[in-house]
Nanobody
Framework: QVQLVESGGGSVQTGGSLRLSCAAS????????MGWFRQIPGKEREGVAA????????NYADSVKGRFTISRDNVKNTLYLQMNRLQPEDTAMYYC??????????????????WGQGTQVTVSS
């Protein structure tokens, strides 16, 4: 079955960096769009970034443009999110998700079929 496992979360100070990873298994990873989302308690899940199956197309939320970079390795079946210049408002649980083909490079949670369990990112001032 489809399995998505995030890792790389942690606690950093403002201005720091983290790299999240999402290991995928159980499906044809290279044919799916992938996305990163985040959520804080009591709020809706927010789209952060998305990437096309081949990795050439990306899409970012305005709040992270220029600071976060999404990428994927279709040999290792792994999705990444490089997060730089982190701010306290980036504190959230971060989830990776898979959108089955045909897919658009969307950062809308309703488009995604499969979800990981999440990894916590905490940014302190």
């Amino acid at each position: 079955q489809v399995q998505l496992v995030e890792s790389g979360g942690g606690s950093v100070q403002t201005g720091g960096s983290l790299r999240l990873s999402c290991a995928a298994s159980g499906y044809m990873y290279s044919t799916y769009c992938m996305g990163w989302f985040r959520q804080i308690p009591g709020k809706e899940r927010e789209g952060v970034a998305a990437i096309s199956p081949g990795g050439r197309g990306t899409n970012y939320a305005d709040s992270v443009k220029g600071r976060f970079t999404i990428s994927r390795d279709n040999v290792k079946n792994t999705l990444y999110l490089q997060m730089n210049r982190l701010q306290p408002e980036d504190t959230a649980m971060y989830y990776c998700a898979a959108d089955s083909p045909p897919c658009g490079v969307l950062i809308r949670a309703s488009e995604y079929n499969y979800w990981g369990q999440g990894t916590q990112v905490t940014v302190s001032s």
